[in-house]
């Protein structure tokens, strides 16, 4: 199935989230308390509410994006290229940014959006970024009334489970047992945080976001038993 996919079709992407305030003090009083609830059961008595707040860049209500990495194949003839660019800066800019660009290339009915996990986490998180700052979700993350086979998202977490619901494999594990080259080699995601609020270092985490966008590309060759992407192949643009 996947290799009836056009490549032309897909983009590639995957997003960087930290928590929206720099520390738990920065929260209202009421925020406070919601969030106290919200993470109630994951915190369960081992943290309290302002020790787990490192962790609020996993929630949309609580988090942010601070940049989307996106990938994209480009033919010429038998040339191959992938090109990667990403989208930082202010948070509402940033979405707009890349509203336009579904809007103005990736609009048609066979584009699909593709990511690590993507349908958990990625793609419902930047649509509920965009409903908080009043944006209109562009037609790529507007599933209402959708069934599941028109959804226009490709994940490769899903493609690897092969139906086997409760499996989870991340992107590093996956790229190990596929025999392509890991792009975990600076940081984690549990470093993003304090990259970005302690070292405000942002081309760090672009770096480390685009790498996440090339890897997510080479499974998905994998998976379609083609040749993966070289260094001359990939492009920043």
């Known amino acids: 199935m996947i290799k009836k996919i056009s490549l032309k079709n897909l983009l590639f992407l995957d997003i960087e989230t930290v928590p929206e305030n720099a520390s738990y003090e920065d929260l209202s009083e009421e925020k406070k308390k919601l969030w106290e609830l919200k993470t109630q059961y994951q915190r369960k008595e081992e943290f309290t509410a302002e020790e787990f707040y490192d962790r609020a860049g996993i929630w949309a209500e609580f988090g942010k994006i601070i940049c989307i990495s996106v990938g994209y194949f480009a033919f010429q003839g038998e040339l191959r290229t992938f090109r990667i660019t990403t989208f930082h800066g202010e948070e509402k800019q940033l979405l707009q940014q890349f509203k336009n660009l579904l809007e103005d290339h990736f609009s048609r009915p066979q584009h699909l959006l593709c990511a690590h996990n993507g349908k958990e986490f990625d793609f419902p998180y930047i649509a509920r970024r965009m409903l908080i700052h009043n944006m209109e979700l562009p037609v790529k993350l507007d599933l209402?009334?959708?069934?599941?086979?028109?959804?226009?998202?490709?994940?490769?977490?899903?493609?690897?489970?092969?139906?086997?619901?409760?499996?989870?494999?991340?992107?590093?594990?996956?790229?190990?047992?596929?025999?392509?080259?890991?792009?975990?080699?600076?940081?984690?995601?549990?470093?993003?945080?304090?990259?970005?609020?302690?070292?405000?270092?942002?081309?760090?985490?672009?770096?480390?976001?685009?790498?996440?966008?090339?890897?997510?590309?080479?499974?998905?060759l994998k998976l379609r038993q083609e040749e993966l992407l070289s260094e001359e192949e990939v492009l920043s643009v």
């Open 144 to 220: 209402f009334g959708k069934k599941p086979w028109e959804v226009p998202h490709l994940d490769t977490l899903e493609l690897w489970k092969f139906g086997d619901y409760k499996h989870y494999t991340s992107l590093k594990l996956l790229c190990n047992v596929l025999n392509i080259p890991s792009p975990k080699d600076d940081i984690d995601g549990s470093e993003v945080r304090d990259v970005y609020y302690s070292d405000q270092n942002i081309d760090r985490i672009i770096t480390y976001c685009e790498k996440d966008v090339l890897a997510i590309a080479q499974v998905v």
